[in-house]
């Protein structure tokens, strides 16, 4: 259990710092790349979790598919690579108190809530085949219905982008 | 481990996407921090699914990723769009709608 926790420790401290970054910095490609470090942080977080189907959908649906697309996007507005174009608007200070608001009235409950339950380590470890058998009998209407997404999404952003 | 590691971070990686979408100019930046936003919730739908010892957070953590790979794939579309007809993807100079 110690290990565990210094291994949370370790990739929470990870995570926490890049994501700061990447809303911080000025230079956009740089804040791709520090958005593939939380992906991966938070990939090691569910196999933490024993989540072993999630982490591996989050690696290849987020650094690997999700991220294409936004260094993809990135090329395509030709965003300025340098600090020429400045990345944070005027109103960064209302920001941060809305978000400042959020993150520590959200963290207040959570601790009122929750303060000491313990994760309960002596309960079932879900593998793939667990998981793929909920999805293909309880969860097989959401399933078709997100199948049904997905194509209308892929022909809806080929219908936007497609130059006439 | 507690149960409150994994969803205290999630608060804080979701405050952290928060202030990216307000703060940020560029539409693309906008849609990668709604990207952490939604990464936070799938921390927490994981780690309840631990804690109560069933596997639907993991299920629902991959639908709300298969939503998002649909969100962006739209979004981006639009921004691209967007600078296509008016040579900018700052968010700050589409204000048409302003009363």
Same mark, same amino acid.
């Given at each position: 259990? =110690? ?8 990739? *929470? ?5 890049? *994501? ?17 470090? =939380?992906?991966?942080?938070? %990939? &090691? ?19 690997? &598919? ?14 300025? #690579? %340098? ?31 929750? +303060? ?32 049904? #997404?997905?194509? *209308? ?12 | ?33 709604i990207e952490?936003m939604l990464n936070?919730v799938?921390?927490? #739908? ?18 709300v990723?298969?939503?998002a790979?649909?969100?962006? +794939?739209? %979004? ?24």
């Amino acid at each position: 259990m =110690v290990a565990q926790n210094i291994f949370f420790g370790v990739i *929470a401290a990870i995570v926490v710092v890049s *994501a700061l970054r990447m809303v911080t910095t000025r230079n956009i490609v740089h804040a791709a790349l520090y958005l593939v470090a =939380v992906l991966a942080g938070l %990939g &090691a977080l569910y196999i933490l979790l024993t989540a072993e189907f999630v982490a591996t959908t989050q690696v290849l649906v987020y650094i690997g &598919a999700v991220m294409v697309l936004f260094l993809f996007g990135i090329m395509l507005t030709k965003a300025p #690579l %340098g600090g020429v174009m400045e990345m944070t608007g005027a109103q960064w200070p209302i920001a941060a108190v809305v978000s400042l608001l959020i993150g520590g009235v959200t963290v207040y409950s959570l601790m009122a809530r929750f +303060g000491s339950d313990r994760l309960t380590s002596d309960g079932p470890i879900f593998r793939t085949a667990d998981v793929s058998d909920e999805v293909f009998s309880t969860y097989i209407v959401p399933f078709e219905a997100v199948s049904v #997404l997905l194509l *209308a999404a892929l022909i809806g952003a080929i219908v936007l982008a497609r130059k006439d | 481990m507690l149960l409150n590691q994994f969803l205290i971070l999630g608060a804080v990686l979701f405050a952290i996407g928060v202030y990216g979408v307000l703060a940020r100019r560029n539409g693309v930046m906008v849609l990668m921090s709604i990207e952490l936003m939604l990464n936070a919730v799938n921390i927490n #739908l994981v780690a309840f699914g631990v804690q109560h010892g069933v596997v639907s957070g993991q299920v629902f953590a991959v639908f709300v990723i298969a939503v998002a790979a649909a969100e962006v +794939g739209v %979004g981006l579309a639009i921004v691209l769009l967007l600078y296509r007809n008016r040579r900018s993807i700052n968010v700050e100079d589409f204000d048409l709608m302003r009363g």
